[in-house]
C-alpha cells in the first residue's frame, strides 16, 4: 500500500537558517510524484514544489528545494533562509502514475509544524 | 494564482440540518476533490470527479455526497449533519498532466452542534 510518513511533528528554527522536514514514502509503483504543500493556521494549502519519480534533477523552487533520494525514498523538503511567514504546517504527498490515465489523487503525510524564532 | 473557491468559509449549525458545501474553480479542471481534514491531522480523500458526471468515493468513507453536474461546480451535501461531521473540509482541483499540482481553495471550516 502507498504511504508518506513524516516523523517530525514539530521543529523549530532560527530565522535566517536553512531548515530540512523529513519525508519518507512507500510504493510498488515506478512511476509516481511528490509534492510539498503548506498550510497556515488559516487553513488553505499552498502548493510549494513537486518531483517526478523520473526526474534527473532534485527541484528547486525560490527557498525551497528537494532533497530526493530514490534508493532510500526519501523526498525531504529544504527550506533555507528561514522567515518568520514560513511559520505553518508542511504536509508531504505522493500522487501514483506520472502519465495519462492517472487519478491525480494524493495520499498525505501527516505533517510538521514548523515554528520560525526570531 | 489558483482560482478555486469554497463557500462558506466558516459554518455553525444545528444537528440534523442538510448542509451543502459549494466549491467552484474558473480553471476549467476536469478533475476535482474532497478532502476532510481534523484540526492538526493529515487531508483524507472523501470524494473525486474525472470529469462531469464522473464521481468516486474516496479513501476515508464519508456520508457525504456529491454532484458534477457542470465542469467548475463541485458541491458536497451532508443530508442530516451530526457532531462527528465537524471538520475542515477542502475542495481542491488538477489539470490532466499528472505533474501539476492540486490547487486548494480556502476550506470550509464546519461545526456542528
Known amino acids: 500500500a502507498q504511504k508518506i510518513t513524516q516523523t517530525q511533528p514539530g521543529m523549530f528554527v532560527q530565522e535566517k537558517e536553512a531548515v530540512t522536514l523529513d519525508c519518507t514514502y512507500d510504493?510498488?509503483?515506478?512511476?509516481?510524484?511528490l509534492f510539498w504543500y503548506k498550510q497556515p493556521s488559516s487553513g488553505e494549502m499552498i502548493f510549494l514544489i513537486y518531483?517526478?519519480?523520473?526526474?534527473?534533477q532534485n527541484a528547486t523552487e525560490g527557498r525551497y528545494s528537494l532533497n530526493f533520494q530514490k534508493a532510500r525514498k526519501s523526498a525531504n523538503l529544504v527550506i533555507s533562509a528561514s522567515q518568520l511567514g514560513d511559520s505553518a504546517m508542511y504536509f508531504c504527498?505522493?500522487?501514483?502514475?506520472?502519465?495519462?490515465?492517472?487519478?491525480?489523487?494524493?495520499?498525505f503525510g501527516t505533517g510538521t509544524l514548523l515554528a520560525v524564532q526570531p | 494564482e489558483a482560482d478555486i473557491y469554497q463557500t462558506p468559509r466558516y459554518l455553525v449549525i444545528g444537528t440534523g440540518k442538510k448542509i451543502t458545501l459549494e466549491c467552484s474553480q474558473t480553471m476549467g479542471h476536469d478533475k476535482m476533490y474532497w478532502y476532510q481534514q481534523d484540526p492538526g491531522m493529515e487531508l483524507h480523500l472523501i470524494h473525486y470527479s474525472y470529469g462531469v458526471n464522473s464521481t468516486e468515493k474516496g479513501d476515508l468513507s464519508s456520508e457525504s455526497t456529491v454532484s458534477r453536474i457542470r465542469t467548475e461546480h463541485f458541491p458536497l451535501t451532508l443530508e442530516s449533519a451530526r457532531p462527528s461531521h465537524t471538520s475542515q473540509y477542502l475542495c481542491?482541483?488538477?489539470?490532466?498532466?499528472?505533474?501539476?499540482?492540486?490547487?486548494f481553495g480556502d476550506g470550509t471550516r464546519l461545526s456542528i452542534l
Open positions: 518531483q517526478g519519480s523520473y526526474d534527473q
Open positions: 510504493t510498488s509503483d515506478p512511476s509516481y510524484g
Open positions: 481542491a482541483s488538477s489539470d490532466h498532466q499528472s505533474n501539476q499540482p492540486q490547487h
Open positions: 504527498a505522493m500522487r501514483e502514475g506520472n502519465y495519462g490515465g492517472a487519478t491525480n489523487k494524493l495520499i
